[in-house]
């Protein structure tokens, strides 16, 4: 069976539990924690969440070579800890994201893995009990940086699963509570579970979508 191994923020960490029972039977599913977690980036979920892109990287390299991570498909997300406010600009620039992302990709091609990109998820920017300073994170920030992640994986032919538009579609009512900017409910990762296994499900009979540059 094809394997898929999981890397992605904590939104992956909701939707991860349906995406797996959604792959069995066709898929063996493994992602990043547990066993497969490093010390040194361990985030208190147990090292699951994949943290930013600079975080995926080092991962990466320092999993590539190990026996555990032989995956067929990488279905990978980074870019809402990037798009973090901190200090006076964003946790990770627009051009150190961009770099981590070519890096990732070429660490990837090195070893014959083949990447699945997930886009970037919204957040709620109308958080009913925040103050707009105390959102931490903006609309406008994650389309810039998927715009990027866009370009950067159309230019290597990446598969890529639009999550941020689908999640986007499912109306208001998708958030995990009302103090919540980020996260979403069960039913809504249920939902993002299902069209990330139908993508994946689609990739390995070589039926292939992606998203146009010009759909970015």
Not at 61 to 84: A, R
Not at 94 to 111: F, M, P, R, V, W
Request: hydrophobic content about 35%; proline content about 2%.
């Amino acid at each position: 069976m094809k394997k898929v191994f999981v890397i992605g923020d904590s939104i992956s960490c909701y939707y991860g539990k349906h995406l797996e029972s959604m792959l069995t039977g066709k898929f063996i599913y493994d992602r990043k924690g547990g066993t497969n977690k490093l010390e040194d980036l361990d985030d208190c979920t147990n090292g699951i969440n994949g943290g930013d892109s600079s975080m995926v990287l080092t991962y990466l390299k320092s999993v590539v070579e190990m026996d555990f991570f032989k995956p067929d498909y990488l279905v990978l997300n980074c870019g809402i800890h990037d798009t973090k406010i901190s200090g006076n600009g964003l946790q990770i620039p627009l051009g150190h994201y961009q770099d981590n992302l070519e890096s990732i990709l070429k660490l990837a091609k090195e070893h014959g893995i083949e990447v699945v990109w997930v886009r970037t998820t919204p957040v709620n920017e109308n958080t009913p009990n925040w103050s707009k300073e105390e959102i931490d994170r903006r609309r406008c920030d994650i389309e810039r940086y998927n715009q990027v992640a866009d370009a950067v994986m159309n230019s290597h032919h990446i598969s890529i699963i639009d999550l941020y538009q689908f999640t986007l579609n499912l109306g208001y009512d998708i958030f995990l509570n009302v103090d919540d900017s980020v996260h979403f409910n069960d039913s809504t990762a249920r939902l993002q579970a299902a069209f990330i296994a139908g993508a994946i499900w689609s990739f390995a009979y070589k039926v292939i979508v992606t998203i146009g540059e010009n759909n970015a």
